[in-house]
Structure formats: structure tokens, C-alpha cells
């Protein structure tokens, strides 16, 4: 019976589960800020040729709460209102002055730094001008990213032919095209590569990458007497195939999806039944799951398979980071805090599966990776629907299973704490017959927070012993009672 820490709003989530796998299929082939739209004639220069333009030269600094000048270039409304751009009339138009070198001058105004505008980019501002300046109603241009979809990260995945094998380099180097790499690069730094291993450290080597472990005495020996021209093979077949290695590799993907046994922040409550997800990862590896599958499953195993415990416990990775669970009754700071649950799973799965800072785009457009703050709270209107919680995981053959065994336990532990409760309601009772004789014998004065003094005849002693009973009130309380001062 597998029991995992997620609850979900299920028809919020479910009907958002195909635009998340959606999403993350094609969140690293977003556009940059500027999209071309469907546009009139009249408007396809501005598209082309002048919003990429003034994007990549003018918004950086002409935009923003206090865009240089006091101009900003992300709407058309600074440029009329301040005649920079007068409609149909390049020749009336200020911009054009600023960006073109004026009589006795060894550069434009602007842009201010870096280089000015080529003859082909001045003519194409010209040409807009003279056009009316059509620009799309809503259209806001923002900065052009430093890194947008040609960036290596983000390009297709093509075939390069290895180097050649350079000519010092040991024959069995040409068996993996992955050494061939390697030892056209060390030639090119005039390094030669090692000798192969010994035996035993071979199998040391191996061993501790695979399973994380040493091996044995026994193993050593079995390896280094094995006359068999594949030893070395059958000796990483047995060691992908035993379990050490999903738990050593496994770790390393837990590491990568904040895996934790217990929900951080002031609580830090234990959470005692997140190992199934655990487990999972590590029979993921040890069963060598694709890695497409593997990462369908965490996004979405409990709509693809719901009656498959197997797969179901895998969105166990959505809920499986720090979780602020105090609360707070302001309802601003309640709103806070659960934007920052989202935001942590965006974060989350955004690094985990795609090997991108989603999280920059929470406050605006990122500023190297071609992603749009619109992009980032796509993905938090998708897990909106997630619910931190703990809800069973299984078939109900499964549940039915656990529950009969269960079931003696509970019986017998119901018993023995109604047993108990008897027994302290007659001790709690017997107590307060007894409470006015007791309180007869109390000769001390009464309690003071500030300062409680006792006196007594002078005696003398070797040593003073103070003895702390608790709060007579409660003799099972273990808090309420403090000695400042003796």
C-alpha cells in the first residue's frame, strides 16, 4: 500500500494537464517579446523591420516607470504627444534628428551608447514615418532578449561527425565516437592520455560510479581472475542490474527535484509518508524508464494511470519541496504564500525538466532566456489546481489488503487507550477528593511571576537542592514552568 503527499483539485487539474505536458514540450521554443502577428500592409514595415529594431536599440533605456528622457519607446504615446513621430511627415519628425548624424557632428544623439543606426535601419524608421507610423492598438515593445532562440541550449539537437582519431592515440580509443572527442582534444594540448586500468581499480572505479559502494573482497577476486574477454562487460551488466544501482543514481535525481522528508520553514513537520515517491525514482532507474515516461509520470502520473499505484505516486514530485504550512489570517499574506507555493513548483519542474530559470520571469520578461512573464503564469494558471495534502495511493484490492491488516492493530490499540483513559478519569477524580486535604498542607506563599520569596530558620548545609514539580494545576503538562532566577 503506497501512500504519497499529494491531493489535487481534480477537475481543475486534470483538464490542465494536457496543456502542461503541452507547455513543457514547447516552453523552450518560446518567441521573443516582439511576435509577428497577422497585419495589415500598411503595418508589416513595423512588424519586420521597426519594432525589432527599436527593441533591440531604443527600449532598454526608453522604457519603464522612468524611461530615459523621459521618453519611452514601448508605446507610440511619448512619441506623438512629444513630436518625435509626426504622422505621414519624416521631415517634421524628431526622432529622425536624433538618429541621424547633423551637420559638423561625428555621431547621432542617439542611441547613446554602442553604434548608430545603419543608413538601411535610419530609411526603414523613414519609411514607417511616411507611412502614417501605423503601430497595432496594445502593441507594448519590450526589450529584445540577450539570448533568444538561437542560443546552443535551445537549437535542435543535430548530428556532428566525430574528429579523427589523432595518430598516437591506442586503437581502442576509435571504439566510442564520445573518445574520439576526447582525444582530438588532448592532442590538441599536447597531452597523452593514461593507461588503462588495472583490474582492481577498475573494478573500484565502476563499482563506486554505478552502485556508489566499494565492492567486496570477493568480487575483487572474482573480476581479476575472470579469463573471459568481456569480464568487464558482464561485470557492468550485474552492476546496472542490482538495485544499488536506482538508490546511487536515484539520489542524484532527488537532489535535482528538492526531495526532503519533511516540509521546512519553522514546522519542519516530518512527513512520514513520502517514501513511496522514493521508491519510485529508485525503481524508475533500476527499470530503466524512458525518460520521456519518467518525466510524464511526475507531471501527470495520476490522470494517465489513476489506478496504477506505480505510476500515480510519481506527482508525488509536484508537493515534494519545502511547503509553508503555518498560514497566516491576513488575507494579502495568505495570497503571498500560496503564490509562493506555486512559484516553488514552477521553479521546480522548470529547472528539473527543462534546465531553464522560469522563476525570473515571475516579475518580468526574463531577461536572457527567451521566456515571457505571460509564459510564467501560463504555467501557474496549470498547477493552480495542485493541493499540498495526503491522500492513499492504490488499487483497492491493495487498500482492502492493508485495511485487514490493519485492523487488528487499531482494535488493539483503541482498547488499550480506552483502558488508559479510565484510568486517569479515576486518578483525576480521586485527586480532587483529595484536593482541599492536600492544599491544607501548603504552607508556601502564592506564586508570583516577577518574585516568589520563601524564608526559613537559618540551618546549615553542605548543599541546597531545588526540586521543580511542574504546575500543580496539570502534572502531566511539560511546559508552562521557568526558573529565572536562584
Not at 511616411?130 to 548530428?159: C, H, K, Y
Not at 593514461?194 to 573500484?204: C, H
Not at 512559484?343 to 515571457?372: N, Q, W, Y
Amino acid at each position: 500500500m503506497l501512500r504519497s503527499r499529494v491531493l489535487f483539485h481534480r477537475k481543475a487539474y486534470s483538464c490542465r494537464v494536457r496543456r502542461a505536458l503541452m507547455v513543457f514540450t514547447v516552453c523552450a521554443m518560446l518567441a521573443t517579446a516582439v511576435r509577428a502577428d497577422d497585419a495589415p500592409a500598411t503595418a508589416s514595415l513595423f512588424h519586420d523591420q521597426v519594432a525589432p529594431l527599436l527593441s533591440s536599440r531604443c527600449v532598454r533605456c526608453h522604457s519603464g516607470e522612468e524611461p530615459a528622457g523621459s521618453l519611452s519607446l514601448a508605446t507610440p504615446k511619448d512619441l506623438l504627444e512629444l513630436g518625435y513621430v509626426v504622422e505621414g511627415n519624416p521631415d517634421e519628425s524628431l526622432l529622425l534628428g536624433v538618429i541621424t548624424t547633423a551637420e559638423g557632428e561625428l555621431k547621432p544623439v542617439m542611441p547613446k551608447d554602442g553604434t548608430p543606426l545603419s543608413a538601411a535601419e535610419v530609411e526603414s524608421i523613414r519609411a514607417w514615418i511616411a507611412a502614417g507610423a501605423p503601430w497595432p492598438e496594445g502593441q507594448v515593445l519590450e526589450v529584445t532578449s540577450n539570448i533568444d532562440r538561437n542560443w546552443w541550449s535551445l537549437l535542435p539537437i543535430i548530428a556532428i561527425d566525430p574528429p579523427a582519431l589523432p595518430a598516437n592515440a591506442a586503437p581502442h580509443w576509435n571504439e566510442n565516437p564520445i573518445d574520439r572527442f576526447i582525444a582530438a582534444r588532448l592532442a590538441e594540448r599536447g597531452l597523452s592520455p593514461n593507461p588503462p586500468a588495472d583490474r582492481r581499480t577498475l573494478i573500484r572505479r565502476v563499482t563506486y560510479d554505478l552502485t556508489g559502494l566499494p565492492p567486496t573482497p570477493e568480487e575483487v577476486e572474482a573480476f581479476v581472475n575472470d579469463p573471459s574477454p568481456d569480464a568487464y562487460e558482464k561485470l557492468v551488466d550485474r552492476l546496472l542490474a542490482s538495485t544499488g544501482y536506482g538508490e546511487q543514481w536515484g539520489r542524484h535525481w532527488l537532489d535535482v527535484v528538492r526531495f526532503g522528508e519533511s516540509n521546512g520553514y519553522e514546522r519542519n513537520v516530518i512527513l512520514n509518508s513520502l517514501w513511496p515517491y522514493r521508491d519510485y525514482v529508485i525503481q524508475s532507474f533500476n527499470d530503466d524508464k524512458p525518460f520521456d515516461q519518467f518525466v510524464r509520470e511526475q507531471l501527470a502520473g495520476d490522470v494517465l494511470a489513476p489506478n496504477d499505484p506505480d505510476v500515480a505516486v510519481g506527482t508525488t514530485f509536484l508537493v515534494c519541496g519545502p511547503y509553508d504550512n503555518v498560514g497566516n489570517q491576513d488575507a494579502a499574506q495568505a495570497a503571498i504564500i500560496r503564490a509562493n507555493t506555486i512559484d516553488e513548483i514552477i521553479r521546480a519542474s522548470s529547472e528539473a525538466f527543462l534546465g531553464m530559470t522560469v522563476g525570473c520571469a515571475r516579475c518580468h520578461d526574463h531577461k536572457f532566456d527567451p521566456i515571457l512573464q505571460a509564459d510564467y503564469y501560463t504555467l501557474y494558471s496549470i498547477f493552480a489546481g495542485v493541493q499540498h495534502g495526503e491522500r492513499q495511493v492504490g488499487t483497492p484490492e491493495a487498500q482492502a489488503q492493508r485495511q485487514a491488516a490493519v485492523l487488528p492493530l487499531t482494535t488493539t490499540r483503541d482498547e488499550i487507550q480506552g483502558q488508559r483513559d479510565a484510568l486517569q478519569a479515576q486518578i483525576d477524580a480521586r485527586a480532587d477528593q483529595l484536593a482541599a486535604n492536600i492544599e491544607i498542607a501548603w504552607a508556601r506563599p502564592p506564586v508570583n511571576r516577577y518574585l516568589t520569596e520563601e524564608s526559613f530558620a537559618p540551618v546549615e548545609a553542605t548543599v541546597v537542592r531545588l526540586t521543580a514539580l511542574n504546575r500543580d494545576n496539570d502534572p502531566l503538562a511539560n511546559i508552562g514552568f521557568r526558573i529565572d532566577e536562584f
